[in-house]
């Protein structure tokens, strides 16, 4: 089956949108094809405001989340493949959803992850070694 990861990220921002409030995305700035202002990543990670007032032309498509925006002023065109967005939220309340790995999404280094319960992954040093963190962004 195609990744839900494109569906859910549309539904929650039309739905965070129908509630009058502000939709925002944390993106892994790590996953090949980010393409993001370098200089406001921080620990490998970018939130950004993705409400029709912050850019245009927003596009979430079934493999990237693509637009153009100001960042100091400077414009500047913004494509994140979708296996890089990690959480969307409502800036507002916090509400939203995180998201996980999917089984056959590529890691960062473009290897396809393997479903649990697989025997070709050796042990835990193959997996990744931390889990993204989020935190509030006021």
């Known amino acids: 089956m195609t990744s ?8 929650f921002n039309e739905w965070i949108l129908d509630n009058d409030c502000t939709p ?7 996953i090949q094809g980010v393409q993001v202002p370098t200089e406001h ?3 490998g990670q970018i939130v950004l405001n993705i409400s029709s007032g912050a850019v245009r032309g927003l596009v979430i498509g079934n493999g990237a989340l693509e637009f153009s925006a ?7 065109q913004v494509f994140i493949p979708l296996q890089a967005v990690m959480a969307i939220y409502a800036k507002e309340n916090g509400e939203g959803m995180v998201f996980g790995s999917e089984p056959g999404s590529p890691d960062p280094d473009g290897t396809p992850r393997e479903r649990d319960g697989d025997q070709s992954s050796s042990g835990p040093e193959d997996r990744p070694s931390g889990r993204p963190t989020l935190k509030v962004v006021k």
């Open 41 to 43: 990543v921080a620990n």
């Open 70 to 76: 100001r960042f100091g002023g400077v414009p500047m």
């Open 24 to 30: 925002y995305i944390v993106v892994d700035a790590g």
């Open 4 to 11: 839900s990861r494109p569906y859910l990220v549309r539904a």
